[in-house]
């Protein structure tokens, strides 16, 4: 997937509301949020607090599209959630 440009001639990451929609429309994306909410429920139950990780080979477009439609599932849901988005802006995203 291409990543689109920004006004400032920057590409867009996933926590853009239209990237991240367009991320979320595919059947892969859409099966690992699910599965990641079953998980992260059934360990809510038990401590009330769990760390997520989510990775992608760049880590600017698919990470932080799943990581904040997670964040949103959540919230929806009465969690409280705090996102760090550890790889946007790094030159060099293997880092």
């Not at 920057?10 to 949020?33: I, K």
């Not at 989510?54 to 996102?83: C, F, K, N």
């Amino acid at each position: 997937m291409s990543r689109p440009q920004g006004r400032s001639g920057q590409g867009l990451s996933g926590r853009d509301p239209a990237m991240r929609a367009n991320v979320m429309q595919t059947p892969a994306a859409a099966r690992l949020v699910g599965q990641a909410m079953d998980r992260i429920r059934q360990r809510l139950g038990s401590s009330g607090q769990v760390d997520v990780h989510v990775r992608s080979p760049d880590g600017q477009v698919r990470a932080p599209a799943v990581a904040e439609e997670i964040a949103e599932q959540l919230r929806a849901g009465g969690v409280t959630v705090h996102v760090v988005h550890r790889h946007l802006r790094r030159s060099d995203p293997s880092r």
